[in-house]
T-cell receptor, first 118, second 113 residues
């Protein structure tokens, strides 16, 4: 069964450093997403991506964040200058449809990357 | 800002009992998805409901979307220890585009043998 994969599973970085989290979405999916989950808190939407551009982003997704689809399979999240409060699980998700009338869309999540900023 | 409130936050019951968990909002959602999440892992999709009043069954799990598409429930019949886990509801906003999901905080379910 196709699945979303993410690497690395755990990333430790020092405050101020740049990190890149990588995801391989399900191959025939067209919509890609990043979410984060701070320990003990709910899953929060960061950004969605379609047709090589950002479709929607939350207030959390500020100028320190960027996303890219560098090739036909990978989808990345870059955090330019990490802060302590960026420590969280970061989940990538993908879906086949968008929420257009008469269709359903189902987002499938990867296993996550645990980011620890020290 | 759309919010999803899940209740109860924690539920511990004996094997064989029935239970219902709820997901409520003051906002309308175009779809409602239920996930199960194990510690340290990503959410795993259980079901998606899109039509007001829709009922879907997945073995012993029954999911319902409210008529006004503002609330949903998950009912488990004859709960088993394997049902133990964190159950999350997540709503897709009304309208088109690659909408991000709004998640609830989840219901921690423990089924004791």
């Amino acid at each position: 069964e196709p699945e979303v994969t993410q690497t690395p599973s755990h990333q430790v970085t020092q405050m101020g450093q740049e990190v890149i989290l990588r995801c391989v979405p399900i191959s025939n999916h067209l919509y890609f997403y990043w979410y984060r989950q701070i320990l003990g808190q709910k899953v929060e939407f960061l950004v969605s991506f379609y047709n090589n551009e950002i479709s929607e982003k939350s207030e959390i997704f500020d100028d320190q964040f960027s996303v890219e689809r560098p090739d036909g399979s990978n989808f990345t999240l870059k955090i330019r200058s990490t802060k302590l409060e960026d420590s969280a699980m970061y989940f990538c998700a993908s879906s086949e449809f968008s929420g257009l009338a008469g269709t359903t869309y189902e987002q499938y999540f990867g296993p996550g990357t645990r980011l620890t900023v020290t | 800002t759309q919010l999803l409130e899940q209740s109860p936050q924690f539920l511990s019951i004996q094997e064989g009992e029935n239970l219902t968990v709820y997901c409520n909002s003051s906002s309308v959602f175009s779809s409602l998805q239920w996930y199960r999440q194990e510690p340290g892992e990503g959410p795993v999709l259980l079901v998606t409901v899109v039509t007001g009043g829709e009922v879907k069954k997945l073995k012993r799990l029954t999911f319902q979307f409210g008529d006004a598409r503002k609330d949903s429930s998950l009912h488990i019949t004859a709960a088993q220890p394997g049902d133990t886990g964190l159950y999350l509801c997540a709503g897709g906003a009304s309208g088109g585009g690659a909408d991000g999901l709004t998640f609830g905080k989840g219901t921690h379910l423990i089924i004791q043998p």
